[in-house]
C-alpha cells in the first residue's frame, strides 16, 4: 500500500474516486494541488501496518488508522540538520500521506525532544561545488512545496529548538504548537551571512505580519517560545512532554471541519506563493548556488561553523 507514489496523477484519480466527484477534480485542475512531479517512487519504505519508514530511518512516520493522523518523526541526530538525505525522505514522506486517501493529518516532530531540527546542514553549503549546492538546493524548495502545498491539516509540534530551517519547516506547516521553555524559534540566516529566499520570507510575512517579519529577518532573530507565541509565530505552547497530546487535540478539532472544505480555503491562499516559487525554481537555485559559494560568505560560513563546535 505504501510502496509506490504516482504523484499528481494518482492524486486526482484516488481524491476525484474516494470524494465521489466533480468538485474534487474542479479543485485539482484549479489549483494544480500537491506535489509537483510526475512519477516517483519512495525510497524502499517498509510497510509494516501502521508504522513505516524509510530505508535510511532518518524520517519515522506511524499512522493512526482510525483517524487518518500520521506522526512524522524526524530522526537525524544528534540536531535533525536538512542534509540532502533528510530532505528527500521528508519529501517522500509527505507526498506518500498525500497521496494516501484515509489520511487526513500529519503532525510533524523531532524523535529527539530538546531539538525539532536546527535548519540546514551548513556542511552541505560549506565548500562545496556550485552543482551540489544548487542540487540540495532543489531538493529543499521541493520538499518546502509537498509540505506547503499540501492538502492534508499540517501541525508543526515544535518539541525543542527551531532555527532557520526548523522554523522554515513549522512555517510551512498550517498549526504550530511549541515546547514551553528556553527553546528558540526564527529565521536566523543573517547572522550566517545568507538572505532567507522570497518564498520564505512571505510565509514569515505571512504569519507574523510585515513589520515585525522585516525586523526579525533583518537582525536574523531568535526568539523564546514565549515570545514567538506573542508574535503569533507560533499558536500554542505546552510543556515539552505534551507537546505530541496537545497536538493531536488540535488535529482532532481541525479534522471537525470538512476536508474539502478546509483544503480548497487552504490552497486558495497558498497558491500565489506556491505559483511563483514553482515559476522561478530556477532563478531562485542559481541566486542561491551563486551567493553561497562566494568567498565571503564561505568564510562567515567557516566563522560561524566554528563558534558553533566552541560551544
Ligand atoms: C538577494 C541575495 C540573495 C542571497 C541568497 C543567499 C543564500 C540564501 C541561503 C538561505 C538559506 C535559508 C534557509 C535556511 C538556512 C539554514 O537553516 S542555515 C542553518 C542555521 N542553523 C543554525 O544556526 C542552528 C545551529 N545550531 C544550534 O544553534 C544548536 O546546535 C541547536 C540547534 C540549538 C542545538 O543545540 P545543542 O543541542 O546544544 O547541540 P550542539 O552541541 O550545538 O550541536 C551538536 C552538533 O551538531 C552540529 N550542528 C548543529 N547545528 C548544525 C547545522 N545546522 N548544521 C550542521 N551541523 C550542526 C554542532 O556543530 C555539533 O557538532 P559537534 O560539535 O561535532 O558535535
Known sequence: MYSFILGNES?????????GGRVWRKFFKTFNFGPNSALKRFPTCTANGRLYSSSSDNVLVSKDEKSGIATVRMN???????????????????????????????????QKPKVFCAGLDILEIYRKSPDYVAQFWEK????????YGSRLVTMAAINGHSP???????LACDYRIMAEGKFTIGLNETQLDLVAPFWLRQTMVDVIGYRQAEMALMIGALYTSNKALQLGLVDKLAPIEDVQTVAEEEVKNWLKIPDQARAITKMASRKPLLDELRKRKQEDIQTFRDETTRESVQISIQQYLEKLKAK
Open 76 to 110: 537525524n541526530p544528534p540536531v535533525n540538520s536538512l542534509n540532502s538525505a533528510m530532505l528527500v525522505s521528508l519529501r517522500s514522506c509527505f507526498e506518500e500521506l498525500e497521496n494516501d486517501k484515509s489520511c487526513r493529518a500529519l503532525i510533524l516532530t523531532s
Open 164 to 170: 532557520a530551517g526548523g522554523c522554515l519547516l513549522s
Open 140 to 147: 529543499l524548495q521541493d520538499m518546502w512545496l509537498s509540505l
Open 11 to 19: 492524486i486526482k484519480m484516488a481524491l476525484s474516486v474516494s470524494a
